[in-house]
Structure formats: structure tokens, C-alpha cells
């Protein structure tokens, strides 16, 4: 053992006597003349007890807490224990807040950047092993352990987590490294109990390196606040840790780690069934001592397994990223309840992502086009902002001071939407609830990131949440009002569509209460109920779900149809209205007005699109809309192809003479032929991906629409601007923010 020190984790699951052992194996490393420093690496923090006669070493990560960083010392947590043995404990938080996982990376860190290490000949972690997450594996990683022995007795649940440690090895060195040095049998005497780690050993080709008897003389030295080795009694329970040591010092034979499934498992240690048992001579009386046990179940491993050199391991395979959090979700929600202030429990850096995610287009796009989205532009967003401290012993305290800091602002509501990180703490977030004030709801949205589902699972948490907390069933009836219901938060329409909905609204005596949730206030949430209406904004899957649940929850009614693209569309939704709210005839008149605009602009258009050919992708929606519009135009459509990616009945068109030109499309393929073959003036796509080169005009048609009698009068004007602008394309109409912002 020269140069570096040898490290060795010993893992076992929690009260089967790793500490126990792993003081005794240090302490008879250190009568080999080995300068040995121990690690405990359990919360509890007492592996070093025995080896300080009792005293209590002060953890790092305690030292950390109350030390800032630059003036941390080792000197503080590092103890000197019976023969000179190094002693220090990582420690772990509070119970019940933070997490000790990441505590541990943390003490290692410490460690690491004070080169504690360099100063031993052998290192011993003594790890919890139940829990063998990031933070308790970091022990078994390859800059840490050369070696892990697994400490079990006969019981199943400890074998289950000596398995379970075999997975967390093999996940980190695959089937190229050996690690592994054994099994420490720490005997119960209980019935049977020999063969069972036998069986479990040979099953995963482990040699079992040292029986630890059962003996009251443990207990005593437990009494005296010290190990066996320093009461120097002679017996077995020294001489089975002066014998490993000798073969730790003399050098052991590593193993790979080869864990069985859970079926195995079973079979193995209940049933009794191996593929590997022992012969009759190996079997010998059916009692074993340590040398006997050693013997038979190494003897075969031996021949197919051996130290090997290490062998960097591949990368993981990647995986597809989700496209959007729960937690961005429900905050981009959130900020539509504009007198609310919403909190991020998250740290700076996902919060300034998310606070990107909300303002960036509402910026670009008031200033570029003029698009005014009021909720996106500066939206009242704060983040309790969790570091690396509070990861290890729990944000609450950082979110409670946020909290009370937006509610001495006085706001309607305050919103907490949680992140991944005090998802994985365990940051009990709900408990902020109780800070409400008479005036002021605090709000929970436990979305813990990606943890509770993506980027609509976030919204979904956010509206429901909040509708149980605020929206009232004790309000006044308002006859004449209505609730609109599951617009876009972040759209390029939607404060046109809802502007222009108000307008035909208002001509009719009409009122907005609520718009949930979209760009209102806490007092219009509350008092939802008291529209006796619901118009959905868009019949999306995710719409739909939220109309079926305020229905369930509230008995709430709801207008059939949502929000009108088109001129035929609008007419038939204005005068259901009309009828639900007694004012038929002035529909009429709205009517006749919008029409006599549509056909103005029409006109006009016909001049400039008369015999153009349009040809249409779209995924799966109405086109009634535009090709009512384009027809009237002189426009005529040539093809139309739909990508059904959620596989329902088609619904392009309600008109029979154009079910013909509609075709289901798989690949890109069947755009690409349809474009060479018919070869359009226009293509219009919500689905456009690389298209083939030829004399026509692209365009790219929005998700969301606009709403009204003129839907299709305001795509119609933008073809034949881009038409004029054919040279340069569309990237003309940008020229100038270029200019200006980056030349």
C-alpha cells in the first residue's frame, strides 16, 4: 500500500453491526502498524464512538452549518481515536428535513478540498445501507473505494439490502470491474442462518471473508466505550479481525458485483434454492467455522473471478428531456393572477430560467410587434432561492423568510410553486399555508418540478389548487355575466381574442367576470360563481378536463361551444348567447355590421389573391374557418393533409365537397409529393418541418387563432403581404428590429 490510500467502504443495512465492525477492523489495521483514518458517513453519526471511548465528534456538515465556508477547518471535526486512528463524522441535518444524501457529498467535498486523505495509509467509510441513494453511494464510487466488503447476518431483510448494494455497485461499474472484496457474516444465531448466507453468497459468487461470532464480549466492550482490540482479550472476536486485516494488508481479491433479481432473491434465501450449492465434502458437518465457510464458497469464485485493472466506464445512455416541468408549468400559470405575488421555492438559477420562460415573449413581442401580453411583461416573480445549505439541512426556513417578506407587501394572494430540489429534500412546503392572513391566502402548488408530472400536469396542479382555495359558492348571482375559461396564458392572440370577445360582449350587454386563468385578480377568482356562464376559450384535451372538473366540483354550467374562429362560427356562437341571455335581436345587427365588413375586405383581397392555390398541413383541426374565407377570396385550396398524432376522427372540414381533398398524412414524405406534384402559390402549415424547394410562399399558421368574424379575413391579409415581400420572405418585416438592436 503505497502512494495512495487504500480506501475501503463497508455497507450493510442499518443496525446490523457495521459500526461495530468497521471500529474493530480499523483498530486491527492500525496494530498492523497502519496510520488508519474511519469515516462514518451515517446521519446518527456514532461510528466513531467506540474508537473515542465515548466522545462525541462534531460532524462536518455541523461545522459547515455554523462555519462560513472559507474559515471551515479540518482541525474542528477530525478526532484522534484508541492507537492514533483518525476519526471523523459527516453528520447529516435535522430529522425530517433536508437531505443527509447530499450532506454527504458535501462532507466529502470538505474533505477532499482540506486533503484529509493523503495523511493515512487505509480509509474505512462506514456506511448506512439501507438507503443507497446519490449521496450514500458516493463511498462506492471509484475515486472513493477500492474496496467494499457487505456486512450481513442471516436475517432476509439484511440480505435484501446486501443485494440491494450489489445493484448500486454494478450500477456504477458494470460487468468491468471487480470491487467487491465479500461478505462480513456478523452471526445472530439464528435457526438456520449458515445456510442462508451460504446459499446467498455462492448465488452472487462472493467469497464470505470473516464470520463474526455472536458473544457477549461485544456488549461488554460496548459498556466500556471501546472495541474488543482495545481490551486485548484473547478469543475469537479478536482473532477474526486481526485475520482480515491481515488479508486486507496482504492484499484481497476483488470481485465483480452480480446482484440477483428480487424472484432470485426469494428463491435463493426463503426457498432454498441456488445454482451453485456445495458439495457433500464442503458441506461437512453443517457447521462451519469461519475458515470452513471462507473455504468452500471462494474456491469456485475464485477460478472465473480476480482483480482486475479499473476501466473507464461508458457514458450513460442520454435520455429525451421532458419539454417542460411541472414547476415551469404551474408558475407560468400562476403569474396571470396579477395582484399575486408567486414565489419559486427553487434555486436562482431554475427560477430565472422560468421567470425567461414568462417574459422574454411578452417583451419581443410588444416591442417587435406590438403584441401587448400585460401578465408576461413584468410579472410579480420571487424565488426563495435554495443553495447548496439548504439542499443538505432543508429550505424551510429561507421559504418561510420569502413568504413573510411578500406578505408584508400586502398582496391578494401569495402563490408557492415548488421545484425539484425541495421536492427531493422533502421540504414540507404545504406547511407555509398556515402564514395566511386575514387578508392575504398563502397558496401552495406542490409541483416539485419535473417530479409530479410535466409542463401541463404544472398547470393543471395550479388551477385546481387555486380554485379550491379562492373561487366562493356563496356569491351573488351577476344575470348578465360570463367567465371565460382555459386561455393561454403565454399566446400571441390571446389578449386579441379576448378583446375582441369582450367588444361583441359589451354590444350585447354582456360582461367578463372571470377570466380563468388568464390576466386577472384574486377578488374575480373568488367570485367566480357568480357568472352564471362558462365559455371555454379552445376545446383542447386539457380544457375539456378542466371544464368536466369545475362541473363535478361546482355544478357550474357551461356554453356548448368555445370561443369562435370565423365568421359562420361566430354568428351561431352570438346567437346562442342571445337566446341563453334574452338579447337575440341585437345579435342581428351585429351581424349584419360584421358582414358587411367581411365582404368589404374580402373584395379587396380577391383583387390580389384571385387563382392562387393554397395547399394546407395542419395537425388535426377545423379549417372551415379559413377556407369559408379563401373561397370568398378567389382562393383555391388544393390539398389538404392532416397529421393525426393523437389518432381521432378527422375533423378538417364539415363540408362535403372538400372531404375529398383531405388526406391522412405519416411522414414528410407525403407533404414533399404533394407539393411537387401540385405545386401551390401558398403553403399554410401548424406543421410545416423542411419542405422542398420550389416558386411558392410559406407560411406558418399559429396553434391558437384568433377569435371573431374575421379570423380568416387577418391570415388572408398576411398572405398577401408576404406575397409582396416574396424576395426577402417574412425575415423583411424584421429587418429593421435588426438594425437596430444588433447592427
Same mark, same amino acid.
Given at each position: 500500500?503505497?502512494?495512495?490510500? $487504500?480506501?475501503?467502504?463497508?455497507?450493510?443495512?442499518?443496525?446490523?453491526?457495521?459500526?461495530?465492525?468497521?471500529?474493530?477492523?480499523?483498530?486491527?489495521?492500525?496494530?498492523?502498524?497502519?496510520?488508519? &483514518?474511519?469515516?462514518?458517513?451515517?446521519?446518527?453519526?456514532?461510528?466513531?464512538?467506540?474508537?473515542?471511548?465515548?466522545?462525541?465528534?462534531?460532524?462536518?456538515?455541523?461545522?459547515?452549518?455554523?462555519?462560513?465556508?472559507?474559515?471551515?477547518?479540518?482541525?474542528?471535526?477530525?478526532?484522534?481515536?484508541?492507537?492514533?486512528? #483518525?476519526?471523523?463524522?459527516?453528520?447529516?441535518?435535522?430529522?425530517?428535513?433536508?437531505?443527509?444524501?447530499?450532506?454527504?457529498?458535501?462532507?466529502?467535498?470538505?474533505?477532499?478540498?482540506?486533503?484529509?486523505?493523503?495523511?493515512?495509509?487505509?480509509?474505512?467509510?462506514?456506511?448506512?445501507?439501507?438507503?443507497?441513494?446519490?449521496?450514500?453511494?458516493?463511498?462506492?464510487?471509484?475515486?472513493?473505494?477500492?474496496?467494499?466488503?457487505?456486512?450481513?447476518?442471516?436475517?432476509?431483510?439484511?440480505?435484501?439490502?446486501?443485494?440491494?448494494?450489489?445493484?448500486?455497485?454494478?450500477?456504477?461499474?458494470?460487468?468491468?470491474?471487480?470491487?467487491?472484496?465479500?461478505?462480513?457474516?456478523?452471526?445472530?444465531?439464528?435457526?438456520?442462518?449458515?445456510?442462508?448466507?451460504?446459499?446467498?453468497?455462492?448465488?452472487?459468487?462472493?467469497?464470505?471473508?470473516?464470520?463474526?461470532?455472536?458473544?457477549?464480549?461485544?456488549?461488554?466492550?460496548?459498556?466500556?466505550?471501546?472495541?474488543?482490540?482495545?481490551?486485548?482479550?484473547?478469543?475469537?472476536?479478536?482473532?477474526?479481525? &486481526?485475520?482480515?486485516?491481515?488479508?486486507?494488508?496482504?492484499?484481497?481479491?476483488?470481485?465483480?458485483?452480480?446482484?440477483?433479481?428480487?424472484?432470485?432473491?426469494?428463491?435463493?434465501?426463503?426457498?432454498?434454492?441456488?445454482?451453485?450449492?456445495?458439495?457433500?465434502?464442503?458441506?461437512?458437518?453443517?457447521?462451519?467455522?469461519?475458515?470452513?465457510?471462507?473455504?468452500?464458497?471462494?474456491?469456485?469464485?475464485?477460478?472465473?473471478?480476480?482483480?482486475?485493472?479499473?476501466?473507464?466506464?461508458?457514458?450513460?445512455?442520454?435520455?429525451?428531456?421532458?419539454?417542460?416541468?411541472?414547476?415551469?408549468?404551474?408558475?407560468?400559470?400562476?403569474?396571470?393572477?396579477?395582484?399575486?405575488?408567486?414565489?419559486?421555492?427553487?434555486?436562482?438559477?431554475?427560477?430565472?430560467?422560468?421567470?425567461?420562460?414568462?417574459?422574454?415573449?411578452?417583451?419581443?413581442?410588444?416591442?417587435?410587434?406590438?403584441?401587448?401580453?400585460?401578465?408576461?411583461?413584468?410579472?410579480?416573480?420571487?424565488?426563495?432561492?435554495?443553495?447548496?445549505?439548504?439542499?443538505?439541512?432543508?429550505?424551510?426556513?429561507?421559504?418561510?423568510?420569502?413568504?413573510?417578506?411578500?406578505?408584508?407587501?400586502?398582496?391578494?394572494?401569495?402563490?408557492?410553486?415548488?421545484?425539484?430540489?425541495?421536492?427531493?429534500?422533502?421540504?414540507?412546503?404545504?406547511?407555509?399555508?398556515?402564514?395566511?392572513?386575514?387578508?392575504?391566502?398563502?397558496?401552495?402548488?406542490?409541483?416539485?418540478?419535473?417530479?409530479?408530472?410535466?409542463?401541463?400536469?404544472?398547470?393543471?396542479?395550479? =388551477?385546481?389548487?387555486?380554485?379550491?382555495?379562492?373561487?366562493?359558492?356563496?356569491?351573488?348571482?351577476?344575470?348578465?355575466?360570463?367567465?371565460?375559461?382555459?386561455?393561454?396564458?403565454?399566446?400571441?392572440?390571446?389578449?386579441?381574442?379576448?378583446? *375582441?370577445?369582450?367588444?361583441? &360582449?359589451?354590444?350585447?350587454?354582456?360582461?367578463?367576470?372571470?377570466?380563468?386563468?388568464?390576466?386577472? *385578480?384574486?377578488?374575480?377568482?373568488?367570485? $367566480?360563481?357568480?357568472?352564471?356562464?362558462?365559455?371555454?376559450?379552445?376545446?383542447?384535451?386539457?380544457?375539456?378536463?378542466?371544464?368536466?372538473?369545475?362541473?363535478?366540483?361546482?355544478?357550474?354550467?357551461?356554453?356548448?361551444?368555445?370561443?369562435?374562429?370565423?365568421?359562420?362560427?361566430?354568428?351561431?356562437?352570438?346567437?346562442?348567447?342571445?337566446?341563453?341571455? #334574452?338579447?337575440?335581436?341585437?345579435?342581428?345587427?351585429?351581424?349584419?355590421?360584421?358582414?358587411? *365588413?367581411?365582404?368589404?375586405?374580402?373584395?379587396?383581397?380577391?383583387?390580389?389573391?384571385?387563382?392562387?392555390?393554397?395547399?394546407?398541413?395542419?395537425?388535426?383541426?377545423?379549417?372551415?374557418?379559413?377556407?369559408?374565407?379563401?373561397? =370568398?377570396?378567389?382562393?383555391?385550396?388544393?390539398?389538404?393533409?392532416?397529421?393525426?398524432?393523437?389518432?381521432?376522427?378527422?375533423?378538417?372540414?364539415?363540408?362535403?365537397?372538400?372531404?375529398?381533398?383531405?388526406?391522412?398524412?405519416?411522414?414528410? =414524405?407525403?407533404?414533399?409529393?404533394?407539393?411537387?406534384?401540385?405545386?401551390?402559390?401558398?403553403?399554410?402549415?401548424?406543421?410545416?418541418?423542411?419542405?422542398?424547394?420550389?416558386?411558392?410562399?410559406?407560411?406558418?399558421?399559429?396553434?391558437? =387563432?384568433?377569435?371573431?368574424?374575421?379570423?380568416?379575413?387577418?391570415?388572408?391579409?398576411?398572405?398577401?403581404?408576404? &406575397?409582396?415581400?416574396?424576395?426577402?420572405?417574412?425575415?423583411?418585416?424584421?429587418?429593421?428590429?435588426?438594425?437596430?438592436?444588433?447592427?
Amino acid at each position: 500500500m503505497n502512494g495512495k490510500p $487504500f480506501e475501503l467502504a463497508i455497507y450493510g443495512k442499518g443496525g446490523i453491526g457495521k459500526s461495530t465492525i468497521c471500529a474493530n477492523l480499523s483498530a486491527a489495521l492500525s496494530l498492523r502498524g497502519r496510520s488508519v &483514518l474511519q469515516i462514518g458517513c451515517d446521519p446518527k453519526h456514532d461510528s466513531t464512538r467506540l474508537l473515542m471511548r465515548g466522545k462525541a465528534l462534531p460532524t462536518v456538515l455541523d461545522h459547515l452549518r455554523t462555519v462560513p465556508k472559507e474559515m471551515a477547518e479540518v482541525e474542528a471535526v477530525l478526532g484522534k481515536g484508541w492507537n492514533d486512528i #483518525g476519526c471523523i463524522e459527516a453528520g447529516g441535518p435535522r430529522p425530517g428535513v433536508g437531505c443527509a444524501g447530499r450532506g454527504i457529498i458535501s462532507a466529502f467535498e470538505f474533505l477532499e478540498e482540506k486533503k484529509v486523505k493523503g495523511k493515512y495509509e487505509i480509509i474505512t467509510y462506514d456506511v448506512l445501507g439501507d438507503v443507497v441513494c446519490g449521496g450514500f453511494a458516493v463511498p462506492i464510487r471509484r475515486e472513493y473505494a477500492d474496496a467494499v466488503f457487505l456486512v450481513t447476518s442471516g436475517e432476509f431483510m439484511a440480505l435484501y439490502a446486501a443485494n440491494n448494494i450489489l445493484r448500486g455497485i454494478r450500477n456504477f461499474d458494470g460487468d468491468r470491474h471487480r470491487r467487491v472484496a465479500g461478505i462480513i457474516f456478523n452471526r445472530r444465531l439464528l435457526a438456520g442462518e449458515d445456510e442462508r448466507v451460504e446459499r446467498f453468497a455462492r448465488a452472487v459468487r462472493l467469497p464470505i471473508c470473516a464470520v463474526v461470532p455472536r458473544s457477549d464480549l461485544f456488549a461488554k466492550a460496548e459498556e466500556e466505550k471501546c472495541t474488543v482490540m482495545a481490551m486485548d482479550v484473547p478469543g475469537p472476536e479478536r482473532s477474526v479481525f &486481526l485475520h482480515l486485516a491481515e488479508q486486507i494488508d496482504t492484499g484481497l481479491p476483488l470481485y465483480e458485483a452480480m446482484p440477483l433479481t428480487d424472484e432470485e432473491l426469494e428463491d435463493c434465501i426463503l426457498r432454498g434454492s441456488t445454482d451453485n450449492e456445495p458439495s457433500e465434502r464442503e458441506r461437512g458437518a453443517g457447521k462451519h467455522s469461519s475458515e470452513t465457510v471462507h473455504a468452500f464458497i471462494s474456491k469456485d469464485i475464485a477460478a472465473d473471478h480476480g482483480a482486475s485493472e479499473a476501466v473507464k466506464l461508458e457514458d450513460p445512455q442520454k435520455r429525451l428531456p421532458l419539454f417542460g416541468c411541472a414547476f415551469n408549468g404551474a408558475a407560468t400559470a400562476a403569474i396571470n393572477l396579477t395582484d399575486a405575488i408567486v414565489i419559486a421555492h427553487s434555486p436562482r438559477s431554475c427560477a430565472f430560467y422560468t421567470w425567461q420562460n414568462i417574459s422574454s415573449p411578452g417583451r419581443r413581442n410588444l416591442f417587435n410587434r406590438g403584441i401587448l401580453m400585460p401578465s408576461a411583461i413584468s410579472p410579480n416573480f420571487a424565488t426563495s432561492g435554495i443553495d447548496g445549505h439548504d439542499a443538505v439541512f432543508g429550505g424551510m426556513d429561507r421559504l418561510r423568510q420569502t413568504v413573510k417578506a411578500a406578505l408584508d407587501k400586502e398582496p391578494a394572494a401569495v402563490i408557492v410553486v415548488s421545484s425539484c430540489v425541495s421536492g427531493i429534500i422533502g421540504d414540507d412546503v404545504l406547511s407555509v399555508e398556515d402564514m395566511s392572513t386575514s387578508r392575504t391566502p398563502v397558496i401552495v402548488i406542490p409541483a416539485d418540478g419535473d417530479i409530479n408530472g410535466d409542463y401541463m400536469s404544472g398547470i393543471e396542479l395550479f =388551477q385546481r389548487k387555486t380554485a379550491k382555495r379562492l373561487i366562493k359558492t356563496d356569491v351573488e348571482i351577476r344575470p348578465r355575466t360570463v367567465n371565460i375559461v382555459g386561455e393561454y396564458g403565454i399566446g400571441y392572440y390571446t389578449e386579441d381574442n379576448f378583446n *375582441t370577445i369582450r367588444s361583441l &360582449l359589451d354590444d350585447m350587454g354582456i360582461s367578463i367576470g372571470c377570466r380563468f386563468l388568464g390576466d386577472t *385578480t384574486v377578488s374575480r377568482v373568488e367570485n $367566480f360563481m357568480a357568472a352564471p356562464l362558462n365559455i371555454l376559450a379552445a376545446d383542447s384535451p386539457d380544457n375539456l378536463k378542466l371544464k368536466n372538473w369545475l362541473q363535478e366540483q361546482y355544478g357550474c354550467k357551461f356554453y356548448d361551444s368555445c370561443l369562435p374562429v370565423g365568421f359562420k362560427a361566430s354568428e351561431e356562437f352570438l346567437l346562442g348567447i342571445g337566446e341563453i341571455f #334574452g338579447c337575440k335581436e341585437v345579435v342581428s345587427s351585429i351581424t349584419e355590421r360584421e358582414k358587411k *365588413t367581411f365582404l368589404r375586405k374580402t373584395e379587396a383581397l380577391r383583387s390580389k389573391l384571385a387563382g392562387k392555390r393554397v395547399l394546407i398541413t395542419t395537425i388535426n383541426t377545423s379549417m372551415d374557418w379559413l377556407l369559408d374565407t379563401a373561397l =370568398q377570396a378567389g382562393v383555391e385550396c388544393v390539398w389538404i393533409g392532416v397529421l393525426n398524432y393523437l389518432r381521432q376522427e378527422l375533423r378538417v372540414t364539415d363540408e362535403p365537397s372538400r372531404k375529398e381533398l383531405v388526406h391522412e398524412i405519416t411522414d414528410r =414524405q407525403s407533404i414533399v409529393d404533394a407539393v411537387e406534384t401540385l405545386k401551390p402559390d401558398i403553403v399554410l402549415s401548424n406543421y410545416l418541418g423542411e419542405l422542398p424547394p420550389g416558386d411558392y410562399m410559406a407560411d406558418n399558421m399559429p396553434m391558437t =387563432q384568433k377569435v371573431g368574424f374575421h379570423s380568416g379575413i387577418d391570415v388572408l391579409e398576411r398572405w398577401v403581404r408576404l &406575397l409582396e415581400d416574396r424576395k426577402e420572405g417574412e425575415w423583411i418585416n424584421d429587418k429593421k428590429f435588426f438594425e437596430e438592436y444588433y447592427t
